[in-house]
């Protein structure tokens, strides 16, 4: 009797430890479904995963892991075969004479910075130029010679009145390795612009402008959103610089030169940066520690594990709570773009585009009135001579092809005047949307009939399979370090490229067909290369 009490007893106690085994892990279940949705656990590996390879999503029995896992295989192999074709694309395209065009060596006066060297006494006194020793900084080593610069310093030197830097410059990989990983001590708001950005300072004094992810890339921007509210995105920044120009780590292509051949655009690189440690540790930044805050994102069973660590900061558009940068749980994506030298020592001017948006909600700008707008535009200095209306309508193709609504100004540096390069700076309202083209971006190409030769050239050979523009670009963006979590750009987007380039390619040959001269609509930019 005594016997059968006991096992019933303890036949109980089983069943207890059952129960309560069944009802915590219910109610596990049950509060990881509600925070499905905002928990950031997901690490950026998996997202890859889930969004590169749909296949291996499919098969759930052990006979399918098998298929699965072969598929898997397969499905890299040809990745990897692809990934190697696109990257040969690069090369051809690079080896061709259109990216070697021989350029003249740059005059004294136009580069757009010279070293001077200190008086005797000073050089006798030291052999440096500055000794300040700040705190987190290296002590500075370099004098004049070119080979004791850091590469933001020979960046700089290089900047001349016709690009930012030159067609095949040794420096700029190193400078992009420094831009994504060097440490980094010191981060502060950038005041000027509208949304949220940080200045980032580096040991060697170098500096970079720090665009923070704020939108899945595959999330095509609503379309009731105006264009001056839509959000900046650090992957087009990225990948606009790699629109105007190439390569980031001295590989097996090591030099650099541009996918359109612009070289205007300061490098950009992506980065992940630990929200904590490379900001809220070391900023000086009194307004942006305040904005600093933990989300309550519950991301592991044992439900005690803080959230995400994010911050907001001080500007006119999106810097509030509601929009948060948050890490995953520490770190976020970002773009950072080489500083360019301070205004104090090569200023900028800043010209209001003549194909200016309006920003109003209910006027329509003038390029929008009238059909002759260019014919006005043409008259007017700096576009009525030199390559001012020409290099505008660059940037217009630019920006057509990565659907930038937002170039309302440009900047020049003031010491080249009215003939040099337009900065293409500010590039992160580009990428938005790949299921809609927007035509009007292109209105400066259809009202002008004009296009630089050069620029017609290489748009017709990305083009052709050979050297398909959406390959190159996807093989030039697999060298971005973050490249590793994601592909820069989805492959929507880049077909969206290849699209828009034969819409391009479209609107020059109905110019051409309505101009008696060809050139009335090439303006002839390259004299030692003629197509064959
Ligand atoms: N790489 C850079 N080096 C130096 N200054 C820069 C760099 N990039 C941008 N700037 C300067 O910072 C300012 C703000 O940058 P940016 O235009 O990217 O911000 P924004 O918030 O997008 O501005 P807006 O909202 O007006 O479009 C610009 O006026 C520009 O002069
Ligand atoms: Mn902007």
């Known amino acids: 009797m005594r016997v059968c009490t006991r096992r019933r007893s303890q036949t109980l106690r089983v069943w207890l430890v059952v129960v309560f085994l069944s009802v915590h892990l219910l109610v596990v279940s049950l509060v990881l479904s509600i925070y499905h949705t905002s928990c950031e656990l997901q690490s950026y590996n998996d997202a890859q995963t889930s969004t590169t390879a749909p296949t291996e999503k499919a098969s759930t029995t052990e006979k399918g892991e098998t298929t699965k896992a072969v598929v898997g295989i397969a499905t890299k192999e040809a990745e990897l075969n692809d990934a190697a074709g696109d990257l040969a694309k690069l090369e051809a395209l690079f080896s061709h004479p259109l990216y070697n065009i021989p350029t003249p060596p740059v005059p004294d006066g136009d580069w757009l910075l010279k070293l001077k060297a200190k008086g005797k006494e000073k050089e006798r006194n030291s052999q440096q130029w500055v000794s300040a020793n700040e705190e987190g900084y290296d002590p500075i080593q370099w004098n004049t010679s070119t080979n004791t610069h850091p590469p933001w310093l020979r960046f700089h030197l290089g900047i001349s009145r016709w690009q930012m830097y030159q067609q095949k410059d040794p420096n700029l990989s190193a400078l992009a390795q420094q831009l994504a990983s060097h440490r980094i001590v010191s981060a502060v708001q950038k005041s000027g612009g509208t949304q949220l950005k940080l200045v980032m300072s580096f040991p060697n004094y170098g500096q970079a402008l720090f665009k923070p992810m704020k939108q899945e890339r595959d999330e095509e921007t609503n379309v009731n959103l105006y264009y001056f509210s839509d959000f900046e995105r650090h992957n087009a920044e990225i990948a606009a610089f790699h629109l105007d120009r190439y390569q980031l780590s001295p590989g097996a292509l090591g030099q650099l030169t541009s996918i359109l051949g612009f070289r205007r655009m300061p490098p950009a690189v992506g980065r992940l940066i630990n929200v904590i440690k490379e900001v809220k540790d070391i900023t ?175 748009v017709r050979l990305l083009s052709l399979a050979p050297y398909r523009l959406s390959d190159v670009m996807r093989a030039s963006l697999s060298q971005d370090p973050l490249a590793e979590v994601a592909p820069l750009l989805t492959e929507p987007h880049l077909s969206a490229l290849d699209r828009r380039l034969e819409t391009v390619l479209q609107t020059v040959h109905e110019c051409l067909q309505q101009h008696q001269h060809h050139s009335d609509v090439i303006y002839d930019d390259i004299i030692d290369y003629r197509e064959d």
């Open 284 to 458: 000086t930044d009194h307004k942006l520690v305040t904005t600093f805050f933990t989300s309550p994102v519950i991301c592991s069973l044992s439900l005690s594990s803080v959230g995400n660590a994010c911050f907001y900061g001080q500007c006119s558009y999106y810097c509030s709570t509601e929009h948060a940068i948050c890490g995953r749980p520490r770190e976020v994506e970002g773009s950072l773009a080489a500083m360019l030298p301070d205004e104090s020592l090569a200023p900028r001017r800043s010209w209001r585009s003549p194909w200016r948006r309006s920003y109003s909600r209910s006027k329509l700008a003038d390029w929008e009135k009238y059909s002759n707008y260019c014919d006005s535009v043409k008259k007017i200095p700096p576009y009525d001579r030199g390559t001012r209306l020409v290099d505008l309508i660059d940037m217009t193709i630019l920006d057509f092809l990565m659907s930038n609504m937002d170039r309302h100004h440009y900047e020049t540096f003031e010491k080249f005047g009215n003939d040099t390069f337009l900065i293409h700076l500010d590039n992160g309202r580009a990428f938005g949307r790949y299921s809609k083209d927007e035509p009007s971006i292109l209105a400066p190409l259809v009202q002008c009939c004009r296009i630089r030769r050069s620029t017609l050239l290489r």
